[in-house]
Structures are given as C-alpha cells and as structure tokens.
C-alpha cells in the first residue's frame, strides 16, 4: 500500500478529530505510528451521541481504539433512501408482485372446495372452511420469526428462501392424496408465503422517504387484499373447467417467474446489514499490526450475531413490541378484524350467490370482482392523496412531520365498512337483484383498504428501524383473525341468516373502527412520545 494515499472521505477517530476530503493520511504517534501510511476507504468517525431510531441512545465515547462506521454524507448513493426513483419503483414491484402471489393462493381453492370435499370426502363444514383458512394461520406464525431475521440476515436473502420454500409445497398441495396431506402442505406454504407480509413493510420503510412513501405503501398495502380477490376468481374457473389440483399448479408458475425475478433484481435495504457489511471491508482493508483499531462498528453499534443473541432479542421483538406499546396493540386489533372480515367475505361469496342466487361456480366466481373494484378504486385514490395530505399537513404545522399525519383516510374508511355490510346482509336477505350486493361488497372492499393502508403506512413511520418486527406483530392479530372468522361464518349465517349476522359485523366496527382515527389524532404523538420503540 502506498504510503502516500488519501483519504477520501471524512474521517473522525479518537486520535485525529476531522479529516477533509482529500487530505493527507494521518500521523499516528507512539505505539500507534505505522511504519507506512494506511488509507481508510469508507467514511468513519468516532462514536457520538446517535439516535438509533428504536428510542435508544449510542452511549458517548472518545476511545481513540474505536471507528464508527456510517454512511458517506446524506448523499451516499448505497443508502436505500438515495436510491434513484427507478430503482425504488422496481424494488416496491417486485415485493409487492410477492405479497400478491401468496394471499391469492390462499383463498384460490374457496371456490373448488366442493371438488376437494367430494375428492377426499369431507362432510363437515368447519374442515371444509379449514382448507382454506389453515393457509392463513401460518400467516400468524411465519411473521413472528421471518420479520426479526430479516433485520439480522437482510431482508432480501430472508424474502427469497421464504418464498422458495412457499413454491416447493404449494407445489405439493396439487398432489396431496388426501384431507390430512392437503391441511399439512396448506400450512407449510403459508409459513413461507407470510414473508412478503412482514418484511415487505420494512423494504418500503428502507428505500422510502417518509414525504414520498405513501404512494409506495398504497400500492404495497392493495396487494395482499387484491391477491384474495383475484385468487378466487382464476380459482373458480380452473375449478370449472378444469381439477382442483390446478389452483395450487398454476400459482406455483406464476410464482417461479417472480421468484425468478426477484433473484436477479432484488436488491439488499437494511441499513444496519449494509453498513456491517461497509465495516468489514474496511477491516479487510486494515492492517491490523499498522492500524490497531481495537473495534470497527456501524453507528447501530455493536451487534452479536449469534444464535442465542437473536433467539432472546430479535426474535422477541415482536412480542416486545406488543406487549409494551399501545400503538401496536390497538391499531393490530382493528387491523385483525379488518382482514378477518374481508376472509369472512372471501369464504361466503360463493354461499351468497350459488346459494341465494343459484349460479354456477364460473359466474359466481365473478362476484369477486365487485370487491377488487372497491379494493382497486379506493387504494388508487388514498394512493393519489396520501402524500398530498401529508405534505399539506406538515406544512401547516411548521415543516414538522407527524406519523399521525397518515390517518386523516381512516374516516371515511371506517364508515364504508359498515355502511357496506350492512348492504350486503339485508339485500341478500330479500333476494334483490344480484347487484346490490355487489355494491355492498365494493364499500366493505373500499372500507378495509382505506383503513388497511393508512394503519400500514402509520406503523411503518412510527418503528421504522423495526418496522418489519411491528408489521409482524400486527400480522400475527390479523391472521388470527382471518383465519378464526371463515370457520364461525357458516353456523352464525345458518342461525341468523345474512341480513342479522351482517348487521352484527357492522355493529362490532363501528365500536371498533369509528373511536380509532380520533384517539390517534388526537392523543397519538403523546403515546409515542412514551413508546420504548417508536421513532
């Protein structure tokens, strides 16, 4: 190495204090002096007081053995956030291309359920609903270690081993050979098929700007809602004309070529994984004997990597985050009744207009598009507005941006749901043309969306570090949720008919959702202030 080189980048240590740009290598003295000149390629500094962005304090230090190691300025181009607009938008693509392909196969077979049941001989309509709701359980599960080891192994790596695990036994699912096969393999690919969930959050939070992620988190958030729409109505018709096995093949395809995709373009967000992995090329680089630096660290600090150290912290994140903060636990019980309620919706669509209307599976199948229409419709308009609020928002309070400043959408979206189900139950009670339903199912869908994505985007602003471990605590309510209310749907219709059991749907969200958007708004910055997580 020559003993000339520079510096290139600003460089503080205990000995030196400030390097410019460009200056010359610094004279170490006494024990410390090489005998050569010894360039440092990255940008580093001696530990200061840094915010983690989790509530924690770097603790202060001038130890002259320690180098801290950061980003090259605010412009850095291998920070995620400096990421051009092209490469952000292929990146939120391609993980959102993988939260769609998943929850779509998890409600594809409701509409060929009747092909399982007389292929494996299933009577009973709690085990006939659990074939398609098992898949959802694993999403209560997967999250809880998934998310945390994205945060410690990088979210890409983790996202695309999940999602070739999902592919091998959704794979499998098509040739199950009986009922007991067919629920183990539909839990084992929603283990996998849950990592889109709670990692894709923590990608968007990576690349994203908080005044320019709402579009981003919109478009995210639809996908995982859109995906069970869709699901059913490709699903009914392969059920149609086709077996039930080819539900389970045909996703398997579609999601080979994302996986494909996603290999060769998905890139590596999280800042910690890529300023370790900045640290150890600068120890690579170092001679020891020359440079005796006692510890290279990332201004996150220090972290164990080793089993028990991710056992007892990351993967107790989640649980962490739900029991200590509030945010997580309120917004995560409406957002479970949320998606519990558009998987009621899911597994009963087919009763209303097969039973009710008695149309075959092919048409029947095609009422899903009433819900994908009020999906798609609001998530383009809260996409369009979210950021112009929040922009608007922030100016009106002196530059100062809130997270709360994302809820304003979750009004109008707590009214529609009920106003929705409401609409849905009575005029399937009285029989009325088919399409007042379907006007109904589109308020439900533009009820949940609206609210799904600003509770989303609210979580991601409020734990961005951690934003992957808050989502999965929040997925593990939800998929509770949407997996427990498929099961008790067919004996609370049955007993109540749809126009009652509906109208107690509306009931328990008016409770729920109406308070919500207020208390946030209103008290929402005091309970973060007092969070051990929210930044």
């Known amino acids: 190495m020559s003993a000339t080189n520079q510096i290139p980048a600003s460089v503080t240590d205990g000995r030196q204090g400030i390097l410019g740009v460009a200056s010359p290598a610094p004279t170490l003295r006494g024990d410390h002096a090489p005998k050569s000149a010894h360039r440092i390629p990255e940008q580093c500094h001696s530990q200061k007081p840094y915010n983690t962005g989790n509530g924690e304090l770097l603790a202060t230090t001038n130890d002259p053995d320690v180098l801290i190691v950061d980003w090259d300025g605010p412009d850095d ?227 164990d990597r080793s089993w028990r150290t991710i056992m007892a912290k990351s993967l107790s994140r989640p649980f962490a985050l739900f029991v200590h903060e509030p945010i997580v636990q309120l917004l995560g019980i409406y957002m479970a009744y949320l998606y519990g309620i558009l998987y009621l919706f899911l597994t009963t669509i087919p009763s209303i207009f097969q039973g009710t209307y008695h149309q075959p599976v092919g048409i029947a199948g095609l009422h899903y598009i009433a819900l994908g229409i009020g999906l798609l419709a609001a998530s383009q308009f809260n996409a369009k507005t979210m950021d112009n609020i929040y922009v608007y928002l922030k100016s009106k309070n002196g530059g100062v941006a809130k997270p709360e400043f994302r809820l304003p959408a979750t009004v109008p979206g707590s009214l529609l749901l009920p106003i929705g189900c409401l609409i849905v139950g009575w005029t399937s009670e009285a029989h009325t043309h088919w399409i007042a339903p379907d006007i109904g199912i589109a308020l439900v869908g533009a009820g949940i969306i609206l609210t799904f994505q600003c509770i989303q985007t609210y979580i991601i602003d409020c734990f961005t570090l951690h934003a992957a471990s808050a989502l999965a605590a929040v997925s593990f309510l939800r998929s509770l949720a949407g997996f427990g209310f498929p099961l008790f749907a067919p004996a609370m219709y049955n007993a109540l008919g749809f126009g009652k059991g509906d109208t107690i749907l509306a009931v328990v969200a008016i409770v729920i959702g109406c308070p919500a958007p207020w208390i946030f708004w209103y008290y929402g910055e005091q309970i973060r202030n007092s969070s051990r997580h929210a930044q």
């Open 77 to 303: 181009p291998q920070n995620p956030k400096n990421w051009s607009y092209r490469r952000k938008w292929a990146a939120t693509i391609i993980v959102s291309s993988f939260t769609f392909i998943s929850p779509g196969s998890s409600s594809m077979i409701a509409p060929a359920t009747g092909q399982v049941a007389s292929a494996f001989g299933i009577h009973n309509d709690v085990i006939l609903a659990l074939t398609t709701s098992i898949f959802v359980l694993a999403y209560a599960v997967g999250p809880l270690f998934l998310g945390p080891l994205s945060e410690i192994y990088g979210r890409s790596r983790v996202m695309q081993l999940a999602n070739l695990w999902y592919l091998v036994w959704n794979l499998l699912c098509g040739f199950a050979q009986s009922e007991s096969q067919l629920l183990v393999f539909r839990f084992l690919a929603g283990l996998g098929g849950s990592a889109p969930l709670s990692i894709g959050g923590g990608f968007l939070g990576d690349c994203w700007r908080p005044d320019e992620r709402g579009k981003a988190v919109a478009i995210y958030s639809l996908a995982p809602l859109l995906g069970p729409v869709v699901g059913p109505i490709t699903g009914a018709w392969i059920a149609e004309y086709s077996t039930w096995r080819w539900v389970f093949w045909s996703t398997s395809i579609v999601d080979a070529a994302i996986q494909i995709v996603g290999v060769f373009s998905l890139q590596e967000t999280y800042a910690p994984l890529l300023l370790e992995r900045k640290a150890e090329r600068i120890r690579k680089s170092m001679d020891a004997e020359k440079v005796p630096y006692r510890e290279i660290r990332t201004v996150f600090g220090g972290q």
